[in-house]
């Protein structure tokens, strides 16, 4: 995941919960231009969280890397310049 040290999510889709491979990560709501400030969220010891602004629940979960999600295709990467 060369894009961002971090992961970053977006819930598009409008999904209650997302279930994540992070502890730590940031929540930006909706993909630009429609997102919330972006927010870092770190689970610590727990298995969930929910982001102060949108209200999604992020699961934790061991079985998908770092950049996964279920429901696929909440990871967001900055756009790269051309």
């Not at 298995?47 to 295709?73: N, Q």
Request: proline share 12%.
């Amino acid at each position: 995941m060369a894009d961002h040290a971090v992961p970053h999510f977006a819930n598009d889709a409008g999904a209650p919960s997302i279930q994540i491979g992070a502890h730590e990560f940031m929540c930006i709501g909706a993909t630009p231009p429609f997102d919330h400030p972006h927010v870092f969220l770190d689970m610590g010891g727990d298995h969930e969280i929910v982001c102060p602004y949108c209200s999604t629940l992020y699961t934790y979960r061991p079985g998908l890397k770092a950049e996964e999600t279920d429901p696929p295709g909440a990871l967001w990467l900055t756009p790269v310049a051309v």
